[in-house]
């Protein structure tokens, strides 16, 4: 198992769930997608030690068209990974999350925006 999400939304979550797992003694690989690809080096997408096989968890801050989600979760199945679960902590409600259910996706999110512009606890 593995999580990773695009940088910059995914950054502290995926670096928070990395440390913590360290500390319980059960470390789980950590890695970050790159909006774009690197141009010198070793132009490659994926930041971290993400392995063929790998199941993965994808995380953002935000789900709103889920554009940022599908990109990571793109680049994942581009590196022979299986994408297990897909976590974002606000869900917009802007179509994003209906997408990445209607595509068979595990999405689960903490907070959701409502009509009226509040916040809530998510239902799912």
């Known amino acids: 198992m593995a999580v990773g999400g695009t940088t910059l939304g995914a950054d502290p979550m995926v670096a ?3 440390l913590a797992s ?6 789980i690989p950590a890695f970050i997608v790159r909006k774009e690809s690197k141009t010198h080096g070793t132009k490659q997408n994926i930041e ?16 709103t068209t ?10 994942a199945e581009e590196a022979g990974c299986s994408v297990v679960k897909v976590v974002s902590i ?15 996706y595990n999405f689960s999110t903490l907070l959701a925006a409502t009509a009226e512009g509040t916040i809530e606890k998510a239902g799912d």
Do not use: Q, W, Y
């Open 66 to 75: 889920g554009g940022s989600l599908f990109h990571a979760i793109e680049a």
């Open 22 to 27: 360290h500390i319980k003694g059960r470390s």
């Open 90 to 104: 606000l869900d917009r409600n802007e179509g994003g999350s209906e997408e990445m259910r209607k595509r068979g």
């Open 48 to 63: 971290g030690p993400l392995e063929p096989g790998t199941n993965v968890a994808i995380v953002d801050d935000v789900c």
């Open 16 to 18: 928070a769930l990395a």
